[in-house]
């Protein structure tokens, strides 16, 4: 009797097993017809709803022109004694080098999938091996709709997913953020189709896949791809569609007005995301790294920082659009740079007064570069992120602001804002005690204007033009 139980248990369990595998077979030929499905009602979408929209190109921030000659104190001017003393000591914690990997220079051996075709090329000096499906191919003599939306359907029925998923791997083996991610996808586009258009329409295709919010427009012979963003972009072309800026996305980070273009109204389910441009985590960029001395005094003593930042990370940041100022402010830099300038300034600031200690950094940021404006430098307005200030011969006042921030927060841990004029930027420190000078309350706390422009001037003192100055204050929390 017990026999025949467990017989019956064993029989009815294969049968429950069976059809178990039958629904989740059928679930997955389902959800199969349903992305079929959706491909196939975007690509009849391309074929009929397109509109012709004329580009806007985001201004530059500042109103005025920066000014082209910065003050300079003559004499260095000593903080009062007693607000020196009620200062307390900064507690620096000790900052350990951390171990740069090992540069990578031989492209890894991958396992051969099946009916793929492999490239290899350089991102960032990085040799990357990608494998991408055997039907990835397409020609076109001609830019219209019809064409754009045969794009579609050749990739709709390759094999993408396992190309995305390399994509991903990647992405998260550099700590890519979204901008350098596009730029990865653009370059396999680029390895693919050996032309732009292809490229741009391959870029879309995927980062639509990838649930990002992106469209294709065309122009003549020229096919534009487009995205919105978490943040302003500054100098970029864009166009508004269903009240959402559409920006045009370029390897080199940078284009014109552009005119009239045509694009599609609808958008493809679930591509939702906006890109953001971020930097949340380091970008492992460490093949090539340079160095660089420089010089400064404080209270009569000389001192020599030696740095170290990487040059293909430089070459990523050319590419970077303008974008709003606390994307600099709070970017996690590299490895190389704390190594470096953090080490060095950490026994200069250590055993100093709160006072004492950004007074320091003032005087190294105000004095170990040369400014320049942008548009005397570069012929537009670039925003530094604190490796390109130390790579480029000269700098402006949002460059060395945002290396000031960097310096101030991740030694001395005290609270920074940056301070915008409608042709100046600067920042504001939140010390623990009352200080002279240059004060305002945000959101209940008091900061002491600090500006690392302002040659030899010490925390609390302001440019003699901008004094009576309105501001608006930059949060970096």
């Not at 290899?120 to 064409?147: G, L, R, V």
Request: proline letters at 4%; hydrophobic letters at 35%; charged letters at 25%.
């Amino acid at each position: 009797m017990f026999r025949f139980i467990l017989v019956f248990l064993f029989i009815l369990s294969a049968a429950i097993a069976d059809d178990y595998q039958e629904w989740l077979q059928s679930q997955t030929n389902q959800f199969t017809q349903y992305k079929k499905s959706l491909d196939e009602e975007f690509s009849d979408m391309l074929k009929k709803d397109w509109e012709a929209f004329k580009s806007m190109s985001s201004p530059s921030p500042y109103k005025k022109p920066k000014p082209t000659v910065i003050p300079t104190m003559i004499k260095e001017i000593k903080n009062p004694t007693q607000e020196i003393k009620k200062s307390p000591v900064v507690i620096v914690e000790p900052i350990k080098k951390i171990l740069i990997p090992q540069p990578k220079k031989v492209i890894k051996e991958v396992k051969i999938i099946k009916d793929f075709q492999t490239i290899n090329f350089q991102f960032y000096s990085i040799p990357i091996t990608i494998q991408y499906d055997k039907k990835t191919s397409y020609s076109m003599d001609e830019i219209n709709k019809e064409t754009i939306s045969g794009f579609w359907d050749m990739m709709s029925q390759t094999n993408y997913k396992k190309l995305i998923k390399q994509i991903e791997l990647n992405s998260s083996d550099l700590r890519l953020n979204d901008w350098a991610k596009y730029q990865l996808i653009y370059q396999i586009g680029i390895s693919i189709f050996e032309d732009i258009n292809k490229a741009n329409l391959f870029t879309w295709f995927t980062l639509v896949k990838m649930k990002y919010d992106t469209k294709v427009g065309y122009s003549s012979n020229n096919i534009y791809l487009m995205a919105t963003v978490q943040h302003n972009l500054y100098q970029v072309s864009f166009f508004t569609l269903k009240n959402k800026k559409y920006y045009i996305l370029t390897p080199n980070g940078k284009i014109e007005n552009i005119g009239t273009i045509y694009t599609y109204a609808g958008d493809y389910p679930k591509a939702k995301k906006s890109l953001s441009f971020t930097i949340f985590e380091e970008l492992k960029f460490y093949n090539n790294l340079k160095t660089k001395t420089l010089e400064f005094k404080y209270n009569g003593k000389s001192h020599t920082i030696n740095t170290q930042y990487s040059s293909d990370l430089i070459d990523f940041y050319k590419t970077f659009p303008q974008s709003d100022y606390n994307i600099y402010f709070s970017t996690k830099n590299s490895t190389p740079l704390s190594n470096s300038i953090l080490v060095k300034l950490a026994p200069l600031v250590k055993g100093k007064s709160e006072i004492e200690a950004v007074n320091l950094l003032l005087r190294f940021v105000q004095t170990s570069f040369k400014y320049k404006t942008d548009q005397n430098q570069f012929n537009y307005e670039k925003v530094m992120f604190p490796e390109e200030t130390i790579n480029y011969p000269y700098s402006d006042c949002e460059d060395r602001s945002i290396m000031f921030s960097y310096l101030v927060t991740n030694l001395l841990k005290l609270d920074v804002v940056g301070i915008k004029y409608n042709d100046h930027l600067a920042t504001a420190v939140a010390f623990s005690t009352e200080l002279s000078g240059a004060n305002f309350k945000f959101k209940g706390t008091k900061y002491t204007i600090s500006d690392p422009t302002y040659i030899n001037a010490n925390a609390g003192m302001t440019m003699p033009q901008y004094k009576n100055s309105k501001f608006k204050i930059i949060s970096l929390r």
